[in-house]
């Protein structure tokens, strides 16, 4: 009996204790999610009781996620000095909400959370003889970065189209939405849509499924969006493009062959003219003047003739000379084909025209006599 009597007044000490000793009064909930680059407050309210006559201890720490570690004190108040260069990651940017902390209020404000902010965080109350301690989890996330839109595959009618959204930076897990902005507003009813993936397939797709989309990336602690134009075009004509491309090919081989064959022709033709050039440098020779040659014939002829006559007969047959020299006729006769081919050498005297007229009849005409020297067959005075 007496046994009884001792527990019951250890367990009636105790909730007397609870009730009119330190607490913390539980506000706020156990896990806290924001953004990264935003602020959070973290509540630690407390009370002390009459019997709590003791120095006032407020310690913030952070927990570690392996138990075998020590926790790490982020802020601490104590002798009515507060103490802030604890935890350098932190340093300056965490602070208690209250200028006197003492006052009931141990709450702390911590401003541009980063991811690596996130943990479990402890606020202990000790005003001896009472202790009391509240934790709280805290969530650091980021946002979605603006997502890039984009398709995938020919946007052609009849084709699967696939409409694409990504978001390269955001804390997971995210959610991707499509929605159609234009005309009726309403997707393709062959569309699916993968809201982690951020995909909308478009099954079979009609010129009708063309039109403005939107994508919306969204997680806990924020969301951003982008825009898409969709152009559904009508299939190729294949056989027309096929058809083309042959008719350019020929075109261009009818042009080269063009080509091929004017230049052939014109390499001919100058090869040709350059034959014609040879043929008539070495085998014709340019003619003499045909008056200037029968001259040339016909005083050669006379000196030829003159040459092989001897003093005793010149004077006989001066008369056969002398008269052709004042026939102007002679001069002015062309020679024959035959003639024109026949060395000089081998020219025939021209026929005497007139009568032989004697030497007194030439000295009463007025004839001067000459004496000419004898010459031989090569053109040599003898």
């Not at 006197?100 to 943990?119: A, C, E, F, Q």
Request: proline content about 8%; aromatic content about 6%.
């Amino acid at each position: 009996m007496e046994l009884w009597t001792a527990r019951f007044c250890c367990v009636l000490a105790f909730i007397t204790g609870l009730a009119w000793g330190l607490d913390i009064t539980p506000s706020g909930p156990g896990t806290i999610e924001k953004a990264s680059g935003e602020s959070v407050k973290l509540d630690c309210q407390f009370s002390v009781a009459k019997d709590d006559t003791g120095p006032l201890d407020i310690e913030w720490s952070l927990l570690p996620s392996d138990n075998q570690k020590e926790d790490t004190v982020v802020l601490l108040y104590s002798g009515d000095r507060v103490y802030e260069d604890y935890y350098a990651p932190i340093k300056g940017r965490v602070h208690f909400n209250s200028a006197d902390p003492k006052l009931g209020d141990g709450s702390i404000t911590l401003t541009g959370l980063k991811s690596s902010d996130s943990g479990t965080y402890q606020c202990k109350v000790k005003k001896a003889p009472g202790i009391r301690s509240k934790k709280m989890q805290l969530r650091v996330m980021v946002k979605p970065s603006r997502p890039r839109c984009s398709t995938e595959g020919p946007t052609q009618e009849g084709k699967n189209v696939v409409l694409r959204c990504v978001s390269s930076d955001g804390t997971s897990p995210l959610k991707y939405t499509w929605e159609k902005t234009s005309g009726n507003k309403l997707l393709p009813p062959t569309a699916t849509l993968d809201t982690a993936g951020g995909t909308l397939t478009v099954k079979n797709a009609s010129v009708g499924a063309s039109g403005t989309y939107r994508c919306t990336a969204s997680n806990r602690v924020g969301s951003d969006e982008c825009v898409l134009q969709l152009n559904v075009t009508p299939p190729p004509n294949t056989a027309g493009i096929i058809a083309g491309s042959i008719i350019a090919v020929l075109l261009i081989l009818l042009i080269i062959a063009i080509i091929l064959f004017c230049f052939c022709r014109m390499r001919h033709k100058k090869k040709y003219e350059k034959e014609i050039c040879n043929e008539i440098r070495e085998d014709v020779p340019p003619p003499k003047s045909r008056v200037s040659t029968a001259r040339s014939f016909t005083v050669g002829s006379q000196r030829s003739s003159l040459g092989s006559m001897s003093p005793s007969n010149m004077s006989n047959n001066l008369h056969e000379y002398v008269k052709p020299q004042y026939d102007k006729p002679q001069y002015d006769k062309i020679p024959s084909s035959d003639e024109f081919e026949r060395p000089p050498s081998h020219a025939a005297l021209p026929p005497p025209t007139a009568s032989r007229m004697a030497g007194p009849n030439l000295s009463r005409m007025g004839a001067i006599p000459v004496m000419i020297p004898a010459q031989n067959r090569d053109g040599s005075i003898v």
